[in-house]
Nanobody, 121 residues
């Protein structure tokens, strides 16, 4: 089995910073792309940032210049550094990873349990 465990969420004032972490564990052979999504109450889940195994990144327009995604392949961990946070960034943040399990073929998408980020004005 594969598990993704997020940490680092919390309550912060507007303009503040938070760093989210997501560690993958289990019978992992390889991890392809990893990413962070978020979902606010009453809204659809949306992609915030993604990173390939080679380190190429992409961001949604509203977070460009404020958020930075990175990964440590040796630790199977992805990070999201969030600066200049705004109230509209308030949401549950979910980690996602495409994982090939040991002894199997192909990649499957796995999700973390989510971590809440609340930005007060």
């Amino acid at each position: 089995q594969v598990q993704l465990v997020e940490s680092g969420g919390g309550l912060v004032q507007a303009g503040g910073s938070l760093t989210l972490s997501c560690a993958a564990s289990g019978s992992i052979f390889s991890i392809a792309a990893m990413g962070w999504y978020r979902q606010a109450p009453g809204k659809q889940r949306e992609l915030v940032a993604g990173i390939t195994s080679g380190g190429s990144t992409n961001y949604r327009d509203s977070v460009k210049g404020r958020f930075t995604i990175s990964r440590d392949n040796a630790k199977n961990t992805v990070y999201l550094q969030m600066n200049s946070l705004k109230p509209e960034d308030t949401a549950a943040y979910y980690c996602n990873a495409g994982v090939a399990r040991s002894g199997t073929s192909g990649y499957k998408a796995y999700w973390g349990q989510g971590t809440q980020v609340t930005v007060s004005s």
